[in-house]
């Protein structure tokens, strides 16, 4: 993370000294535009490795029991994506209306062109699957057959039968949602892509593998966290 912290600020300076030094309006706008994307998808990042929910619970209202993200992380990879379509658009511009000098040197050098597309094409990749992903749900949902995930555009499934355990896990700093399944390798949730406080998570989840008469509350939300509030000794998780 300290090295990302460096390059970002490295690349925000040199921004910073064209938007500064340039007369080129167009190289301007494509440098301020580069260095917004940049500083999106460092929040991006930075947001989905070492987001901390402490004691915190953001669940979906809806059925069964799911732990949704924070939406920030949604709002900076559109942000990103977008912005990057706005430089690759800017920088093709140049090429193709007349009248525009090529930002990245006289007609006949390619680099500009091929940069602007690779800049669009990014943008728009990362655009149409942001979207794409608003189309499934997110976080993890506790239901009453197992755990339900979503690893790209598909949802995987790990069934209560399965489960050898369930606990939490340092890692960079931050604790990690740990379960471990037979067969299976184990897998970890950070607690950006749950939107709450793992220890807890891991609390209610161990709940309901250890008392499958209770599994049939996990279709309304309130109820289920209602009853494992009732069954722990200290009311509360």
């Given at each position: ?12 300076g040199v921004g ?38 402490s004691n915190t ?51 006949g050098r390619a ?127």
């Amino acid at each position: 993370m300290l090295v990302l912290i460096l390059f970002l600020c490295l690349f925000v300076g040199v921004g910073m000294l064209v938007l500064y030094t340039s007369d080129d309006g167009y190289l301007r706008f494509v440098v301020a535009v580069l260095v917004v994307s940049s500083v999106s998808a460092f929040c991006w990042l930075a947001t989905l490795v070492n987001a901390r929910f402490s004691n915190t619970l953001r669940i979906s209202p809806h059925s069964p029991l799911r732990f949704v993200p924070a939406r920030r992380l949604l709002v900076f990879s559109l942000v990103a994506s977008s912005t990057l379509i706005l430089a690759g658009l800017s920088m093709l511009l140049t090429w193709v209306v007349p009248g525009l000098n090529p930002l990245t040197g006289p007609p006949g050098r390619a680099g500009g062109l091929l940069s602007g597309a690779v800049l669009l094409c990014a943008g728009a990749f990362f655009l149409i699957y942001s979207v794409m992903r608003l189309r499934v749900p997110q976080g993890l949902i506790v239901s009453p057959t197992g755990i339900h995930w979503w690893r790209g555009l598909s949802e995987q499934t790990m069934r209560w039968e399965h489960f050898s355990s369930v606990d939490v896990r340092g890692a960079g700093g931050t604790i990690q949602l740990r379960i471990e399944a037979e067969p299976g390798s184990p897998i970890s949730f950070a607690a950006s892509l749950i939107g709450s406080d793992p220890r807890v998570v891991a609390a209610i989840a161990r709940f309901f593998w250890a008392h499958p008469e209770e599994r049939s509350f996990l279709t309304c939300p309130e109820t289920a966290l209602a009853r494992v509030l009732e069954n722990s000794p200290d009311r509360s998780v």
